[in-house]
């Protein structure tokens, strides 16, 4: 069982993250929503996990952030950073190296941890799988995410600013389920496909297409920048259009309201659901929207019967950053079972 303890949204960055962990991992990002913590002078902690990406685009700016997230959990920290160097493209990999280093961490202390992640620089590959492998394994017994909203995107290169500004990839995406959320199917039974939608819809609608489910439904966010909704509904309107989606098949929910979406995701996977051959449809989740969103969707995972949790691998990503950004975001869960 996981339980909501808190969940805040503010206005500005400062304090956001004051507290005491075990754990925080961190992405050192081109995105400058990584630097958000920086803004919490009140926190402290056993150990930090900073990732450096190696596709450290043109601009300078992963570097940056890098140097002041160093700086920033140098003098908040009991122990040295654990810096890991990954490749996006790469995720099994990096998530085998990952999951190594929570396991030190939790042998080292000797019991479940307070982890706190940052949803805005950590990829959701990563994020949502610490999540279920610390559920799961019992390594976790509290765990604290934060996420800066953006109200918009712009390029941080010349080359960048001259594609399309609503992209935060290049190339493809290929379905990769993400551990600790996944399990194997039956092989034969057909799939309801619940989605959480973003900007990038045709690829969303790729991903769909590969995955060939047998009920489409869609969940979409409200309550930040109106223009990135109406964005998001027109990205998606062709997968809307091609899978017959019907009213009673899309969600709209506040971007800042993980517990209420958990619920009502949890609600609805719990409702059987068969095809036209009266075959029991298998549930899994493809999350291709907010990373608030992502969250509820995970935490749902953990809790009711999903096959697979799906995201989108793209061949490669674009130096983009949210600007302007705001409000923040804070959402404290326990692991009764643990604590």
Not at 18 to 26: I, Q
Not at 112 to 127: C, E, F, G, K, T
Not at 231 to 241: A, K, M, Q, T, Y
């Given at each position: 069982m996981i339980v909501f303890s808190n969940q805040t949204v503010q206005e500005q960055a400062a304090g956001l993250m004051?507290?005491?962990?075990?754990?925080?991992?961190?992405g050192a990002s081109w995105d400058k929503r990584c630097r958000t913590v920086i803004d919490s002078d009140g926190l402290n902690a056993d150990s930090v996990m900073i990732i450096r990406y190696a596709s450290a685009g043109t601009s300078g700016t992963s570097s940056t952030s890098y140097k002041l997230l160093e700086s920033y959990f140098s003098i908040r920290t009991q122990r040295s950073p654990v810096v890991l160097s990954i490749d996006s493209a790469l995720m099994i990999e990096t998530w085998t190296e990952i999951r190594t280093a929570l396991v030190h961490t939790y042998a080292e202390?000797?019991?479940?941890?307070?982890?706190?992640?940052?949803?805005?620089?950590?990829?959701?590959?990563?994020?949502?799988?610490?999540l279920g492998f610390g559920y799961k394994s019992g390594c976790a017994a509290r765990m604290t995410f934060w996420y800066t909203a953006a109200k918009n995107y712009r390029?941080?290169?010349?080359?960048?600013?001259?594609?399309?500004?609503?992209?935060?990839?290049?190339g493809a995406w290929l379905p990769q389920p993400i551990p600790a959320l996944s399990k194997p199917t039956s092989g034969s039974a057909p799939m309801r496909l619940l989605i959480s939608t973003g900007l990038e819809g045709s690829l969303t609608l790729g991903l769909v297409d590969d995955l060939e489910p047998a009920r489409v439904q869609l969940v979409y966010s409200s309550g930040n920048d109106p223009s990135l909704i109406a964005?998001?509904?027109?990205?998606?309107?062709?997968?809307?259009?091609e899978y017959f989606i019907q009213d009673g098949d899309t969600l709209t929910w506040s971007l800042f309201?993980?517990?209420g979406l958990t619920g009502q995701i949890i609600k609805s996977l719990t409702t059987i659901c068969v095809d036209q051959h009266d075959r029991r449809l298998e549930n899994s989740l493809l999350i291709c929207g907010s990373k608030t969103h992502a969250l509820a969707f995970a935490i749902a995972a953990c809790q009711t019967d999903v096959k697979n949790v799906f995201f989108g691998l793209a061949e490669s990503r674009r130096e983009v950053t949210g600007d302007p950004i705001g409000p923040f975001f804070r959402c404290d869960l326990r692991m009764p079972l643990v604590s």
């Open positions: 004051n507290g005491s962990f075990d754990l925080v991992v961190v202390l000797g019991r479940p941890l307070h982890i706190a992640i940052d949803l805005s620089s950590v990829p959701r590959y990563i994020s949502m799988g610490l390029a941080l290169s010349d080359v960048e600013r001259a594609a399309d500004s609503s992209a935060f990839t290049l964005r998001v509904r027109e990205e998606n309107s062709i997968l809307e259009s309201d993980v517990e």
